[in-house]
């Protein structure tokens, strides 16, 4: 943990609000160039429905209806041509941006405004999570208001990753960033849950020797504290990250299997909303209407 960190986590004992969201959706895509020279990897498609659509549903299968987009000033516009301001699928976006790529914590610094006192989900705009259990444990962890919570999967190549190691009672003893030789299997994904007061942690970091504010150094921060949570994904859970060519594809076949055989859909931000009764059968059924093809009949299917 830098030196300049705080040996003790901001005074959060007041009431907070309810958890609010964050999709950072920014970078240059340079490991996807040519295809993101001129927009961003997160509006680039994943089978059928933008990149951005994943994430997106994550957060509201989360129950989190007040979410920020964090992206670059060439594609603000773009993505709120995309996404506008939420109602049509009974959430709120507000958009921020980052001006360059200066490290994963950095938009809990650009979004303290929108975050204010309330807890916060980060996830990173091209992350995709699936698996039949994930909405109910996601609304358990987001209820955790005084915990931070990473979510961590197995991988055969932990190196590439951030590294969690966890002891037999699922107590999180170190997290490393590519370490040369990890500690275990387990990856840190992009996705994180922090509590009230994290914006204030996020400042206080000192940039790294690549001049980032690195996640990592937060985790830690709140693990000093004994205040980090690991939530483990596992057999029947999926984590794809699409930020590379063979990434993206691997993540359209997946997505492309499983909506094929059983006829459903994948991250539609639509059907969320009309689970959780944030839009109407009504409401729905326009935006089927809206969207058409192949996409606007599997919506009409629920109905069915």
């Known amino acids: 943990m830098p030196d300049s960190m705080p040996d003790t ?30 927009v961003s990897k997160q509006l680039l498609p994943v089978y059928n429905k933008p990149m951005i659509y994943y994430p997106l549903s994550t957060l509201m299968l989360a129950g989190i209806t007040e979410i920020a987009v964090i992206t670059t000033p060439e594609d603000a516009e773009r993505f709120r041509s995309l996404l506008g301001d939420g109602a049509a699928w009974g959430v709120r976006f507000e958009y921020f941006v980052q001006e360059a790529p200066r490290g994963i914590a950095e938009a809990l610094v650009i ?3 929108f975050i204010g006192d309330a807890s916060v989900a980060l996830i990173l705009g091209d992350n995709l999570f699936f698996g039949a259990t994930l909405g109910r444990r996601l ?20 190196g590439r990753y951030g590294v969690a190691e966890i002891d037999g009672e699922g107590r999180i003893r170190s997290i490393e960033e590519k370490p040369a030789a990890p500690k275990s299997h387990l990856a840190v994904t992009g996705l994180y849950f922090y509590p009230p007061g994290v914006s204030e942690m996020a400042h206080r ?54 909506e094929e055989r059983q006829g459903l859909l994948v991250a539609s931000p639509e059907e969320v909303a009309f689970r959780r009764g944030w839009i109407t059968a009504a409401a729905l059924r326009r935006l089927a209407d809206g969207v058409g093809g192949e996409y606007g009949a599997r919506l009409l299917s629920l109905f069915a």
Do not use: Q
């Open 9 to 38: 986590m901001p005074d959060t004992m007041k009431e907070s609000a309810p958890r609010r969201g964050i999709i950072l959706a920014g970078g240059t895509g340079s490991r996807l160039w040519p295809a993101t020279r001129v």
């Open 111 to 113: 979004a303290a405004p």
């Open 139 to 158: 609304e358990a962890v987001s209820a955790k208001d005084d915990l931070a919570s990473i979510w961590v999967y197995p991988v055969s190549d932990p």
């Open 205 to 258: 970091l000192e940039p790294s020797a690549r001049g980032e504010l690195e996640i990592t150094d937060l985790n830690r921060a709140y693990l000093d504290a004994g205040r980090l949570h690991a939530e483990t994904l596992g057999r029947g859970d999926a984590w794809l990250d699409t930020g590379t060519p063979g990434a993206l594809a691997d993540a359209t076949a997946f997505v492309r299997a499983v």
